[in-house]
């Protein structure tokens, strides 16, 4: 059984009884993150009794060989050892299976029957599949009558390849289900540090109050990848880290730090407020591309002590590929709050170190009275703590105990580790947040039509400008920081990125 509790926001007797569909209930997201989250929900007593899950694939399986695959998938990513039999046993009597072809709409009266639907329960369906299967999917749910006023679906991502795809999917989607209905998901939004963000901001005067160009400097944000493509070439050869990282995940972590407070803590408020600041991105052109942003690809190095292939030597690759595994970018905000402060993102693949974090840095003393010690004070910072170990630090200034005629000051930190200060209470992934907030029918955590559709649009404009300009990704090796240019992107304003690694 698991050491630390488990957070319980709730009970099975008030929680919202629905049929949970798994469209792609075999395939790596759902063995890796979606059942273990089922799993910790049943744990924790989240799911109505009534509620029941059921898989759905391409394979033709029965339930009982379904149900053991579940099982399997379990012990490999909760743990054999964690895995409590009572709560395993609770799911398993919760689990149906339906094999068809996802593709053919006929085939969904298949799922019809296996619902035996003979009461109003909300039907949640989850489309952890690829995004062209999306029409076809939704099609079927509605010619089956499994698209009702409480119907619900999630749609993982990505969400097209570029603006025009999006518009295509989404009104693929928007043809069967109301924009109510739709849960758009980008994990990110699930994670306990990144919603500590709207705590930190608008439940503390000392940080709400100084959220401003008037005491803020800069902002960095980092994704750091220590793994490459994973034996997924082809897919992430069409992608790469601009529209897989950027597109979604550093753009709704940049929107939650920049936004205006919420008139309210509910999906039309804190959505209205991240459209906003979306729109208000300044575009990179062909005219401040080369000054604004850098591209990388890594090239054969050492990660840790492994040594491991460039990106153009794995597994499947094409050799003249231009797909960049890195980028570094100056954002600007154009509006009164963030006049004049920059916004350096930065992600990668094949770095250093596993590493997501948020550092707030203020602007420095505008008097230093301290300048006999130090001649420079160095300013406070914020660092929030996304991976691996989550919390929050304050970095500021102290005097050094001890007699003498001048005060010597030293930096330190002030660290709030999620682990440790909340030591008897387990910190729930992502995936569990977000399925228990479509369950309940809770958007606020979920992405809206137009924030896709504004991040598209921006990100479209430096995939663009890069074609205009012809740039090209710079190699790096594999275990590094990146590109040197990176380092100069942010040097050239007399910065530099928070590494310590």
């Given at each position: 059984m698991l050491s630390k509790g488990t957070a319980s926001t709730g009970t099975a007797a008030t929680a919202t009884c629905c049929d949970f569909i798994l469209f792609g209930t075999l395939g790596d997201l759902a063995r890796r993150k979606l059942l273990p989250a089922l799993y910790q929900?049943?744990?924790?007593?989240?799911?109505?009794?009534?509620?029941?899950?059921?898989?759905?694939?391409?394979?033709?399986?029965?339930?009982?060989?379904?149900?053991?695959?579940?099982?399997?998938?379990?012990?490999?990513?909760v743990g054999k050892a964690q895995l409590d039999n009572a709560v395993w046993e609770r799911?398993?009597?919760?689990?149906?299976?339906?094999?068809?072809?996802?593709?053919?709409?006929?085939?969904?009266?298949?799922?019809?029957?296996?619902?035996?639907?003979?009461?109003?329960?909300?039907?949640?369906?989850?489309?952890?599949?690829?995004?062209?299967?999306?029409?076809?999917?939704?099609k079927g749910l509605s010619e089956h009558q499994l698209v009702t006023e409480n119907a619900r679906v999630v749609l993982e991502k990505p969400l097209g390849h570029d603006l025009p795809s999006s518009r295509d999917i989404n009104q693929e989607v928007g043809n069967y289900f109301a924009e109510s209905q739709i849960y758009r998901i980008d994990h990110y939004l699930g994670k306990e540090t990144v919603l500590n963000l709207l705590a930190l901001r608008f439940a503390n005067p000392i940080f709400a109050d100084q959220w401003t160009h008037n005491a803020i400097d800069h902002v960095q944000i980092t994704a750091a990848e220590q793994v490459g493509v994973e034996g997924r070439w082809s897919y992430y050869d069409d992608a790469g880290q601009l529209r897989d990282m950027v597109q979604n995940h550093l753009l709704q972590v940049l929107a939650l730090i920049a936004m205006e407070p919420p008139t309210r803590l509910d999906a039309e408020s804190v959505r209205e407020e991240k459209i906003k600041v979306l729109r208000s991105l300044r575009p990179i052109t062909q005219q401040n591309?080369?000054?604004?942003?850098?591209?990388?690809?890594?090239?054969?190095?050492?990660?840790?002590?492994?040594?491991?292939?460039?990106?153009?030597?794995?597994?499947?690759?094409?050799?003249?590929?231009?797909?960049?595994?890195?980028?570094?970018?100056?954002?600007?905000?154009?509006?009164?709050?963030?006049?004049?402060?920059?916004?350096?993102?930065?992600?990668?693949?094949?770095?250093?170190?596993?590493?997501?974090?948020?550092?707030?840095?203020?602007?420095?003393?505008?008097?230093?009275?301290?300048?006999?010690?130090?001649?420079?004070?160095?300013?406070?910072r914020l660092v929030i703590r996304l991976q691996p170990d989550e919390g929050v630090e304050i970095q500021m200034m102290n005097k050094v105990p001890?007699?003498?005629?001048?005060?010597?000051?030293?930096?330190?930190?002030?660290?709030?580790?999620?682990?440790?200060?909340?030591?008897?209470?387990?910190?729930?992934?992502?995936y569990e947040r977000l399925l228990l907030e479509a369950i309940e029918g809770n958007q606020y955590l979920f992405v809206a039509r137009d924030e896709v559709e504004f991040a598209?649009?921006?990100?479209?404009?430096?995939?663009?400008a890069w074609q205009q300009t012809n740039e090209e990704p710079k190699p790096y090796p594999s275990g590094s920081l990146g590109p040197a240019a990176a380092i100069t992107l942010i040097a050239h304003d007399g910065r530099e990125w928070d590494d310590d690694f």
């Open positions: 929900l049943e744990k924790a007593n989240l799911l109505h009794a009534k509620t029941r899950i059921i898989g759905v694939a391409r394979d033709s399986i029965d339930t009982e060989t379904f149900t053991a695959k579940v099982q399997a998938s379990l012990e490999e990513f799911l398993a009597k919760r689990l149906a299976y339906c094999g068809f072809d996802l593709a053919s709409v006929s085939e969904y009266s298949l799922l019809a029957k296996t619902l035996k639907r003979d009461d109003n329960r909300a039907v949640l369906s989850y489309l952890a599949t690829p995004p062209q299967l999306f029409p076809s999917i939704c591309v080369r000054e604004d942003t850098v591209r990388g690809q890594y090239s054969g190095g050492f990660v840790g002590d492994k040594k491991v292939p460039g990106y153009l030597e794995e597994e499947g690759a094409n050799a003249s590929s231009k797909t960049e595994t890195f980028v570094a970018l100056k954002a600007h905000i154009d509006n009164w709050r963030w006049s004049q402060v920059p916004f350096y993102l930065r992600t990668g693949k094949r770095m250093a170190q596993k590493r997501t974090e948020i550092v707030i840095t203020f602007k420095p003393q505008p008097h230093n009275i301290f300048h006999e010690t130090m001649a420079q004070l160095p300013p406070n001890g007699l003498g005629k001048q005060m010597q000051l030293k930096p330190t930190t002030l660290d709030l580790s999620f682990d440790e200060t909340f030591e008897n209470q387990r910190i729930s992934d992502a598209w649009k921006w990100i479209d404009g430096i995939r663009e």
